[in-house]
């Protein structure tokens, strides 16, 4: 096979099915998306034998826990990507809104419009659900989408693709709105990446490797997140029965996500009570801990932290301590290592909690909750593309609204400038 007529012809495929995709209906939208929703279903078994094959070799192959359960699919995991498709299908379409809109003296009406950004293309590793994902999210927001999904979930993957096709088929659309990139050699990549002339824009989603060599290959516009190193500071004034649940959940829940507490940091008028006790917890769950010196004159089993540790996103069972001696050290500690992602605060000072909100510069900061809710489908936007932790265009979750460009129209009857 030649790749580069492969990807070419893939491309302007897209670009020609975008402009079809971009003045769909919402109704027809969204009965496309069911059909995605019925087939997920309905194909389960499917779906699931597909899945053992990319796990076994992943097995085979030597990958990490985490990976793996990145990778493996369940009956609950397929529920909840048919699920998922299904919130979409109940959210607001944003093509055409009126972002805003005014008129100037002369007469002339002004409106801002939300508008499909076009060809999108989606290059992820390990997670089969972001196939589903990405496909109905970009399909509800008027673009077409090219998934090139990484090798380990190939054979996952390619069964839904064939779910999403022909649900397009289906609802009356062309097919070419999603396609995947069904080859694994990694040329087809630089190929997708310097086809600026059909596509808009690069999400990549995985690894800090991964989208670092996406940045530096692509002559296309890129909406990138390098890591989650998320932290969660226990204050002095914080509710230790809520700090101790909340750091627990942040870590533990479910580690190999981008959204997992890395760091706890502690003040030191509160850590030799609560010390002992979450990391007793933490470590019966099977948490290893790293911390700093004043940590580990709290816990003599514990092992020292370096600096290169804080800068770590381990995606498992790892945990850095630190204890601080004010917010601000908190603060700092976080301005340093941390990656604009997630960061936490647990307290009952209101002040503090003005001052971290206010001073903290990350994507999500939250009060008194765990990390792990930064999630396009707990914020209520439905499945999500990914979290950016760029500032321009899109910050944080993206949802519907974040697929979206906008342009300026304009109505007149007649004016001329002089």
């Known amino acids: 096979m030649n790749i580069e007529n492969y990807i070419n012809q893939i491309v302007r495929d897209a670009k020609s099915a ?3 995709i971009a003045t769909a209906s919402t109704a027809l939208k969204n009965t496309a998306l069911d059909y995605i929703a019925e087939g997920i279903n309905s194909s389960a078994d499917f779906i699931l034998t597909e899945n053992k094959k990319d796990v076994l070799a992943a097995k085979q192959a030597g990958l990490s826990e985490a990976m793996i359960d990145r990778l493996s699919l369940t009956d609950k995991r397929i529920n909840a990507m048919a699920d998922g498709v299904r919130q979409i299908i ?4 944003p093509v055409g809104e009126i972002i805003h809109g005014h008129t100037r003296p002369n007469g002339l009406q002004i409106k801002k419009i939300r508008t499909p950004i076009g060809v999108i293309v989606i290059i992820y590793e390990s997670r089969p659900n972001v196939t589903a994902d990405a496909a109905a999210l970009c399909l509800k927001a008027g673009n077409a989408v090219i998934l090139r999904g990484g090798k380990e979930a190939i054979h996952s993957n390619i069964a839904l693709y064939k779910i999403l096709t022909a649900a397009l088929e289906k609802a009356g659309l062309d097919k ?3 396609q995947l990139v069904e080859i694994t050699e ?3 990549i630089d190929y997708l990446l310097t086809s600026d002339k059909y596509v808009d824009v690069v999400i990549p989603r995985g690894g800090e490797a991964l989208i670092r060599t996406v940045v530096e290959k692509s002559t296309i516009p890129v909406i990138k997140h390098y890591k989650g190193v998320c932290h969660t500071y226990v204050d002095e004034f914080a509710d230790l029965k809520i700090a101790e649940e909340v750091c627990f959940n942040a870590k533990v829940q479910r580690p190999a996500t981008c959204n997992a507490m890395e760091t706890m940091l502690v003040h030191e008028n509160i850590a030799p009570v ?4 979450i990391a007793k917890r933490l470590v019966d769950s099977g948490v290893q801990l790293l911390g700093c010196k004043k940590t580990c004159t709290f816990l003599d089993t514990i092992k020292p932290a370096t600096d290169e540790d804080y800068h770590n996103e381990y995606l498992d069972m790892v945990l850095n301590i630190k204890v601080v001696d004010s917010i601000d050290d908190a603060i700092s500690h976080i301005t340093k290592y941390g990656s604009g992602h997630s960061e936490a ?3 009952t000072n209101y002040s503090n909690a003005l001052q971290f909100t206010g001073e903290v510069d990350a994507a999500a900061v939250y009060v008194n909750a765990s990390t792990r809710f930064t999630d396009g489908y707990e914020f209520g936007m439905g499945a999500e593309i990914g979290i950016s932790t760029d500032k321009l265009h899109a910050r944080g979750p993206m949802g519907l609204a974040e697929l979206t460009s ?5 109505f007149g009857n007649g004016q001329l400038r002089e």
Do not use: C, M
């Open 18 to 20: 975008s402009r079809r």
């Open 90 to 93: 109940h959210l607001a379409d």
């Open 176 to 178: 070419n709105g999603i």
């Open 186 to 188: 990694r040329e087809a």
């Open 274 to 277: 609560f010390l002992p006790k």
């Open 345 to 347: 605060i647990i307290t």
């Open 406 to 410: 906008y342009k300026f129209v304009v």
